[in-house]
Nanobody
Framework: QVQLVESGGGSVQPGGSLRLSCGVS????????MAWYRQTPGNQREGVAL?????????YYSTFARGRFTISLDNTENTMYLQMNNLKPEDTATYYC????????????????WGQGTQVTVS
């Protein structure tokens, strides 16, 4: 059974940085697409970044994340990361990691595996 566990959320001032982690069990499958999404109360979950777990580990970023956030994988530790720099108040949200067994697409409905979320507050 696939389990995803996020950590690393917290409170930070504008302009600060945080690194989120997503532990994956039993392991990160090279055929997967891994993702970070975020959600604020009353709003739909929105994509932050995607990474292909195999091959060249190609990455994809939403417009608001490009240039400030970096998604990465450590397959030896079965962990995915999201380095977030120059954080803004509008980045405040619950951040979720997700996985699916196919090529990356920006589609919440296509991700069957989700973590419980970690809160990020920028103020």
């Amino acid at each position: 059974q696939v389990q995803l566990v996020e950590s690393g959320g917290g409170s930070v001032q504008p302009g600060g940085s945080l690194r989120l982690s997503c532990g994956v069990s039993p392991y990160i499958d090279s055929r997967w697409c891994m993702a970070w999404y975020r959600q604020t109360p009353g709003n739909q979950r929105e994509g932050v970044a995607l990474v292909e777990a195999g091959g060249s580990a190609k990455t994809y970023y939403s417009t608001f994340a490009r240039g400030r956030f970096t998604i990465s994988l450590d397959n030896t530790e079965n962990t995915m990361y999201l380095q977030m720099n120059n954080l803004k108040p509008e980045d405040t949200a619950t951040y979720y990691c997700a996985a699916m067994a196919r090529n990356c697409v920006w589609s919440v409905a296509d991700f069957p595996y989700w973590g419980q979320g970690t809160q990020v507050t920028v103020s």
